[in-house]
């Protein structure tokens, strides 16, 4: 138990699913367990009863919209941050990085919360980006966002910057998994066609930068050269790009793989989902800052393929250098799933990117900044 009790305010735009917001639920519990009072702002979504469940407090406040009414939440906020008391402002995306700044920034230096950002992307270039660099303390998710801050925006100084890398709970991911006989049931009862063959997963949202098609036509390729491979897509459709789902739908059809590509939606079992798979992919064909299914997979046991880019391959060089793909080599990820099924490379047990470490570094700042400012009053 802490000496004194903090009160941590985490800004993001949805609670719907995805690593930003699965990060924000996790610090949140850790907070609580550590007899804090956690408080998460967003729009709300399917994380919030879970978010609940393990004592945070939410405030379902559509700071995530871009819109020009959103402003009118500036006000709103501020008052919010002097009621409540709130030692830690912590944003998480832009346009709620924004609504926590204009709050902040107009309130007594001696009263108000210390801010704190974290660079969770590689964000386009720009001044309405730039908002995520103006914490007193920027969290980087991993070297390649330290870099990317580094490159962009040379005002930052380098001390401001912590890096502190997303984390993996061992105990959820341990190496060597198996799901149980009721779960292999369901699933197999679901898909009979995964029962034989190579399983090849990509996770990630119907998004047009996760790389499905270049996925789409590995399985082909493979297939191809009487490989009996079966690809399978884990991840909810965008309703905003509906279209680019039918797309990659019919990019099935057209190259002869309808039959030899799963579509799951949005799953919440993707441990058990990556335990019976070969293979893991990740083909953005944009940089990540960072690769949460790679180290997921790997710290499960099981062989991750990705491109050699951003966070995927600072990752992959650091714990499974052999699943590095030049970005775009589509003849190279054919290759690559061929070398894994042919030597069967051991994924070798690695000792970082966990969870309690990444916990105890983002309270470490918390407790830092409050800490410098107690002495900056003297």
């Known amino acids: 138990m802490a000496s004194r009790q903090l009160t941590v305010l985490q800004l993001l735009p949805h609670l719907e699913g995805g690593g930003v917001e699965r990060g924000t639920l996790d610090v949140s519990a850790e907070l609580v367990r550590r007899g804090h009072r956690s408080l998460v702002m967003s729009g709300g979504g399917r994380l919030v009863d879970g978010l609940n469940a393990t004592g945070g407090e939410h405030l379902q406040w559509p700071i995530g919209e871009k819109s020009l009414w959103t402003f009118r939440y500036v006000r709103r906020l501020r008052r919010f941050l002097q009621q409540e008391g709130v030692d830690i402002l912590h944003a998480r995306s832009r346009v709620p990085a924004w609504i926590a700044y204009l709050a902040w920034k107009k309130m007594d230096p001696s009263q108000r919360p210390r801010l704190v950002t974290t660079v969770h992307g590689l964000y386009s270039v720009s001044g309405y980006s730039a908002i995520m660099t103006r914490g007193e303390r920027v969290i980087a998710v991993s070297d390649t966002a330290r870099r990317y801050i580094l490159d962009n925006y040379p005002d930052v100084p380098e001390e401001r910057i912590s890096v502190i890398y997303r ?18 049931d369901t699933w197999y009862g679901s ?9 090849l997963t990509l996770a990630g949202r119907l998004t047009r930068l996760k790389g499905h098609v270049d996925f789409i036509e590995l ?3 493979l297939r191809n050269k009487g490989i009996d491979a079966h690809g399978l897509i884990v991840g909810g459709e965008d309703p905003r790009r509906l279209e680019y ?20 939606g949005h799953r919440s079992d993707v441990r058990e989902i990556y335990a019976v798979t070969d293979v893991v992919f990740s083909l953005s064909t944009k940089p990540e800052s960072f690769g949460r ?9 099981v062989p991750v393929v990705g491109y050699d880019h951003g966070g995927v391959g600072e990752i992959l060089q650091q714990l499974f250098p052999q699943g ?8 190279g990820l054919i290759a690559s799933v061929e070398a894994i099924l042919s030597t069967g490379p051991e994924v070798e047990a690695f000792s970082g990117y966990t969870l309690q470490s990444m916990l ?10 409050l800490d410098s400012a107690e002495k900056a009053k003297g």
């Open 167 to 184: 984390g993996v709970d061992r105990d959820e991911f341990p190496r060597g998994y198996t799901p149980p006989g009721e779960w292999l």
């Open 191 to 199: 898909y009979p066609q995964l029962r034989k063959g190579i399983v």
């Open 219 to 221: 399985i082909a390729g």
């Open 245 to 264: 789902a039918r797309e990659i739908r019919d990019k099935c059809a057209e190259l002869g793989v309808a039959d030899h590509v799963v579509f799951t």
């Open 293 to 301: 299914t790679v180290v997921e997979a790997l710290s499960l046991g």
């Open 324 to 331: 590095r793909v030049p970005l775009g080599d589509k003849a």
């Open 360 to 369: 105890d570094r983002t309270i470490d700042v918390y407790e830092e900044l």
